[in-house]
């Protein structure tokens, strides 16, 4: 174990630091569905990573395509040159999004991703003419990164609270969680699906010509698995055409295979204008994002002046080991077998997660594609501290979960089979009979 000063120098992201050093919980290996402690103990990973692990840990294909690249190719600039595995990832990309979008533009994270898109959609309106359309709508407890643009448009106040202003012109659709009407609900709710028409509101109150662009998530994860009801996202797509307002999905949680399908925008049948991704793109093995934009945006900005089109970039664009991993994670993909088990395991799964209903404390239960959040009932005065309390008990029995608030959050890696979802969701059962 790390001594007391090597504890003390790392300042954790997202964590109780204070807690954490107090009693740490380390991994020290991973292989499929397992982590490993210091001390060779298994822990069944309930959360690919941090939804970033959607083939399984230590994945052959991938492992061996990041060794070989590190020794071929260790680094090559990203500005006015390239490297040939930058642009055959592209054309395969674009084939894995049933040829959707025109071009993919590459980050490093999902927050560079948001921030990315941003700055396209306002470099196409201001390239179109129209450079007074610098609004954005998002939602309320939507999480769109931690840059300042993803911020601005996120909807989770902890996140917001201790930066200031943030960006300006700013606005937010109501949420789509509903214990009253939704409680318990099986894949999409039924209910909810009106509450985007909050978007005229939005613009009667801005006026259309002032609006950029909506960005949402198909399903907002890190808020505690908040679902889309039935026809939502179908209308945000038919308000956004008939205003002339571009359409972002945030599939950072949702792309590459985690709702079953490759992306989200595939389960729900809406095709979004922009599409930011991360984590799954490269199985979490080196960090890199993807914005994917309809060519028409692209083509846009092309029509511009002689040089420099879109004066924005990162030192590490298409690096070459994380092209390499996200090679070898989109093979795995196209194979097909991952998706397959995906989708043959989420009705299996989703009667285990329901299966939780009538335990105490727990009072929802949601879930789509291998994604579920159980709610429980807040300790008064203390909110977070049960689903915490669970959370450590997992971690001490053997598996990982995630808890965002008072919602225990799972998105196992899409290899699992009905073993580890009885492993996981019967530790749990066990864990929230025992919460005070």
Known sequence: MASTTSMNSYWMPFTANRDYKAAPRMVASASGMFYKDENGREILDGTAGLWCVPLG????????????????????????MSHPAAFELADKLMTFTGNKFGQVFYTNSGSESVDTAMKMVLAYHRARGEAQRTRFISRERGYHGVGFGGLSVGGIGANRKHFGPLLTGVDYLPH????????????????????????ERLVTLHDASNIAAVI????????????????????????CDKHGILLIFDEVITGFGRMTTPFGMDYFDVVPDLMTTAKGLTNGVVPMGAVFSKGFIYDTLMNGPAGIEFFHGYTYSGHPLAVAAALASL??????????NAKAMAP???????????????IDIRNVGLIAGIELQPIAGKPGARAMAAYKKAF?????VRTTGDIIAMSPPLILEKKHIDQLVGTLAGILKTLD
Not at 348 to 362: D, F, M, Q, R, T
Not at 396 to 400: T, Y
């Open 396 to 400: 001490a029995e053997g598996i990982l």
């Open 348 to 362: 299996y799964w989703e009667e285990a997660v329901h299966s939780l209903k009538g335990l105490p404390h727990v």
């Open 331 to 340: 093979e795995v993909f196209m194979e097909g077998e991952v998706l397959a």
């Open 216 to 239: 949402v998530e198909p399903l907002a994860g890190s808020a505690g698995v908040i679902l889309p009801p039935k026809g939502y996202l179908k209308r945000l797509r038919e308000l």
């Open 57 to 80: 840990h230590a994945q052959p294909k991938v492992v061996a395509a990041v060794q070989h690249a590190v020794a071929t190719l260790d680094y090559a600039p990203a500005f006015q």
């Open 176 to 199: 789509t969680l509903s214990l009253e009407h939704n409680a318990f609900s099986k894949g999409e709710p039924n209910w909810g699906a009106h509450l985007a028409d909050d978007l």
